[in-house]
Structure formats: C-alpha cells, structure tokens
C-alpha cells in the first residue's frame, strides 16, 4: 500500500483534495491511505509516508521540509496549482504515485 501525505497551512484546505483523491483511487482499484495535515504537524508525521505533497500556498516551505524528510528517504513536491485549484483528484493521486516510484 502508498501512503501519501498532503500538507497545507492548516490541513483544512486539502482534506476535500483527499476526499477526491481517495474516490479515483477506488475507481482505479489502488490501495492507498492518504491523509491531510498542516505544515505545523509536518514534522510528527512525515516518517510514516511514501510521499507528501504540499499545498501550493506552502510552496515556500519546501526548502525545510525536503530538508525534515531527507534522512526517511521521502520526496517531498509541490501539487500544480491548476490541479490543485480544481481538486483534480486523479491527477494528484498520478502526481503521487508517479513520485513514488521514481523514487523508489
């Protein structure tokens, strides 16, 4: 299973990013947890993830967090405002999985 971390301000702004992410997952037959947190619980949680992917109003943060996930072996991204603004879930969700096994 891929555990994918999404990261905002807050964790508000991308919990329906998750709803719609989680929907195309089950369309598509994948098995995946994946969970919304603000960037203030980041560091409490980035160890039991695949993958995050920031918020793009967070996007200056990714400097730090790239740096927090590093030792784990995590790859930290921004999510593409457009998709982002429209909560492409299906896109998102190939955005992480697609991370994932680059890095893999």
Same mark, same amino acid.
């Given at each position: 299973?891929?555990?994918?971390?999404?990261?905002?301000?807050?964790? @508000?702004?991308?919990? #329906? #990013?998750?709803r719609?992410?989680?929907?195309?997952?089950?369309? $598509?037959?994948?098995?995946? $947890?994946?969970?919304?947190?603000?960037?203030?619980?980041?560091?409490?949680?980035?160890?039991?993830?695949? *993958? *995050?992917?920031?918020?793009?109003? *967070?996007?200056?943060?990714?400097?730090?967090?790239?740096?927090?996930?590093?030792?784990?072996?995590?790859?930290?991204?921004v999510?593409? @405002? @457009?998709?982002?603004?429209? $909560?492409?879930?299906?896109?998102?969700?190939?955005?992480? #999985?697609?991370?994932?096994?680059?890095?893999?």
């Amino acid at each position: 299973m891929n555990k994918i971390m999404l990261c905002c301000s807050a964790g @508000m702004s991308t919990s #329906l #990013l998750v709803r719609k992410m989680k929907i195309a997952a089950e369309q $598509q037959a994948i098995d995946v $947890q994946i969970d919304a947190y603000g960037a203030s619980e980041f560091s409490s949680h980035v160890e039991d993830y695949d *993958v *995050v992917l920031l918020g793009p109003q *967070v996007k200056y943060m990714l400097n730090d967090l790239q740096q927090q996930a590093e030792p784990f072996g995590i790859s930290v991204k921004v999510i593409d @405002m @457009m998709d982002y603004g429209m $909560q492409n879930g299906e896109k998102v969700l190939q955005f992480a #999985l697609d991370t994932i096994h680059e890095h893999a």
